[in-house]
């Protein structure tokens, strides 16, 4: 199988490519080449997709599957298509669930309304530029474009520093404001399993959206925090505390408190999401305790979590040290 990745060494991008060459396709990215490696053996191809002439680069190719991974404009997306539009065979464009139009409904499907969106819009916020992108790749490949709406992604690489924060915060040891219930239901996928079924349907010509993420209640809070003071081996104490007085002192979820939406949040739905579409088209989810695991072993080889490949860079996720001491001062246990 030939494989053109549209990116390639940024997190997303990253584990398509690493899965491809597990597979022994072959395997050829498209990047500017300022950012990150390929394996070995796998072709790189360099221009930048915004400038003009910039895809002459892929003149001459011929591939099976594209995987685009792109957030930026969405006219760049459908440059992108009309040049591979005689050259693929099919085009899988990595979108995310921010698509769907407010307000989002748990359980939320992809028969769901998106954002207002312009295919060859210049630029816009994420949402936009996602809606906009799955429409300029639906306007070129028809039912040959696979969108895949992730949801949050975690694992090795991960370039954004949700669960990398939770582990380094941990791994200093001491109490640890841990936002309740501990069984709070958690809905995520793991960067590889995500990689593993895109190249699974987009080779068997699977078009159309797909909500791409585990079950609601795959894992909890408890469960990923709990395997991250075993795996770090720290002395943490985590005080589980009850979501109101988090939420009173202006704590937001998500950003502050990584991963962590509470219930009744009006961004609760991003942890409810309907997934029996892409179960059906055989996802499988690794269990939380191997991506908890395999993303500690990861950072404390790196050291850091990597810049976003190719992207401006984003605010730092996590909490204050000072905001977190003040929290566990009024501490209200769940």
């Not at 002439?53 to 995987?67: C, F, I, N, Q, R």
């Not at 090795?156 to 239901?185: H, S, T, Y």
């Not at 949040?265 to 989810?285: K, M, P, S």
């Not at 404390?300 to 204050?320: T, Y």
């Amino acid at each position: 199988m030939r494989l053109l990745v549209l990116g390639g060494t940024g997190f997303v991008g990253g584990a398509v490519v690493a899965e491809a060459v597990h597979r022994t396709w072959s395997v050829t990215v498209f990047n500017r080449g300022l950012h990150g490696a390929t394996p070995e053996g796998v072709h790189r191809l360099r221009g930048d997709r915004t400038a003009p002439d910039g895809l002459s680069a892929l003149t001459g190719g011929e591939w099976d599957l594209v995987v685009d991974t792109w957030d930026g404009a969405p006219r760049a997306v459908g440059a992108a298509a009309r040049a591979l539009r005689d050259r693929a065979g099919h085009y899988a464009y990595v979108s995310s669930g921010s698509v769907y139009a407010h307000p989002v409904p748990t359980g939320v499907g992809e028969e769901a309304p998106v954002v207002a969106s312009v295919p060859d819009a210049p630029d816009g916020d994420y949402p936009a530029n996602k809606a906009g992108g799955e429409r300029a790749a639906v306007e070129v490949f028809g039912d040959r474009a696979l969108l895949v709406r992730a949801g949050l992604i975690l694992g090795p690489g991960e370039d954004i520093g949700r669960l990398p924060w939770w582990l380094r915060r941990i791994a200093r040891g001491g109490d640890v404001l841990a936002p309740g219930p501990a069984d709070l239901p958690v809905q995520y996928v793991d960067v590889r399993d995500l990689a593993t079924w895109t190249l699974d349907r987009a080779a068997a010509g699977t078009g159309g959206p797909f909500n791409v993420i585990s079950r609601p209640g795959h894992a909890t809070m408890g469960q990923l925090l709990d395997t991250a003071v075993a795996v770090t081996g720290s002395d943490a104490r985590l005080r589980w505390t009850d979501p109101e007085p988090i939420l009173a002192a202006g704590v937001v979820p998500w950003n502050d408190l990584p991963i962590w939406v509470p219930v009744g949040h009006e961004f609760r739905w991003l942890q409810e999401r309907g997934v029996d579409r892409a179960y059906a088209a055989g996802l499988t989810c690794r269990p939380a305790a191997e991506t908890v695991v395999d993303t500690w072993h990861w950072l404390c080889r790196v050291g850091s979590v990597p810049q976003r490949a190719g992207r401006p860079a984003r605010a730092p996720v996590g909490l204050d040290p000072a905001r977190e001491a003040a929290l566990l001062a009024g501490h209200h246990p769940t």
